[in-house]
């Protein structure tokens, strides 16, 4: 008998729960108190004058407590009402401003964009084409976070990334923001003065270069097209970067050969500080690409969006 009890008890207890958790009868509560009228609440509602007058009785029961006065030709709040009316007052209230915000972010342009990317597709792309978007878009804060290694965007925050094509996830929605990067082999001048130049793919094993290292720890493997088919290769390093600019400055000081995007070294190539060797071998890799988990992002996500597409 007592294990019945306390069975009952719980039972009760969940269904109170249950029901303070739903708040679409004190919503109409406050509906009647403001009209003053069932049939004109009920209107608002969308329901029939006698769902809502069981919808007030099955309140009242709950709380223990009568909040209306009815006759048949006025509705009037008690003072328990008018009590509970106060406070549905100020708390609708509130709730409606925060709709109303809301509203706000769906509809412009606002609040903060994070990204996370390599360095240099910050410096090359994201700073020269969103130049003009503070004068744009005042009200969005840019920020960019650069990571040279694979970064989870949904678990670590970002509302989007960016990776070459062919690395992005097939479950995120992207777009594309370059076009195929071209790579090239280069070294200084004094480097191929000192070790002759690089005439075939097999002669790299015997010259320093300065290697890419990935969050892996792993060397970036330097891919080229011989004959139709793809080789790829890790020549020896000396002196290994996790970043693009500080790999060309290695280069630029003769310490090894370098495998870096053609648009990374174009102003040094045209001055003669760098020489580019195995050009005919030098594949493009991907385009790369802006991506995000889904196709309903915020609008100030969509301006960036459309600034970076091409």
Not at 104 to 111: I, K, M, N, S, V
Not at 179 to 189: A, F, I, Y
Not at 216 to 242: M, Q
């Amino acid at each position: 008998m007592i294990y019945y009890e306390l069975e009952v008890n719980k039972s009760n207890f969940m269904r109170q729960k249950i029901q303070k958790e739903n708040y679409n009868d004190l919503y109409a509560f406050y509906m009647v108190a403001c009209e003053k009228n069932f049939s004109k609440a009920s209107a608002k509602l969308g329901i029939s004058a006698p769902a809502l007058s069981k919808t007030i009785r099955l309140l009242e029961n709950r709380l223990g407590l009568q909040l209306f006065n009815r006759t048949t030709r006025t509705v009037a709040l008690t003072q328990a009402g008018e009590q509970l009316f106060a406070t549905a007052q100020k708390s609708f209230a509130s709730i409606d401003s925060e709709l109303d915000r809301l509203a706000h972010y769906r509809d412009t342009p606002t609040g903060t964009v994070k990204i996370t990317a390599g360095l240099q597709v910050i410096i090359d792309i994201f700073i020269p084409r969103l130049a003009h978007f503070n004068h744009q878009y005042p009200e969005i804060v840019l920020e960019f976070h650069a990571e040279n290694q694979f970064v989870d965007i949904i678990t670590q925050g970002f509302d989007a990334g960016v990776r070459l094509g062919d690395d992005v996830d097939e479950m995120m929605i992207a777009t594309k923001i370059s076009e195929p990067l071209k790579m090239c082999v280069v070294g200084s001048p004094a480097l191929f003065e000192k070790h002759g130049f690089v005439k075939a793919i097999s002669e790299l094993g015997h010259f320093p270069s300065v290697g890419y290292v990935m969050s892996t720890g792993k060397l970036y493997e330097w891919e080229f097209s011989e004959h139709g088919e793809t080789v790829k290769i890790t020549p020896p390093a000396n002196i290994v970067c996790d970043d693009d600019n500080a790999i060309k400055t290695a280069c630029l000081h003769g310490l090894g050969l370098a495998y870096l995007p053609e648009s990374l070294v174009k102003n040094e190539l045209a001055t003669g500080e760098l020489i580019a060797v195995l050009q005919a071998f030098c594949p493009s890799l991907p385009a790369l690409y802006l991506y995000y988990p889904h196709r309903k992002v915020s609008p100030a996500l969509r301006a960036v969006i459309e600034c970076l597409r091409i």
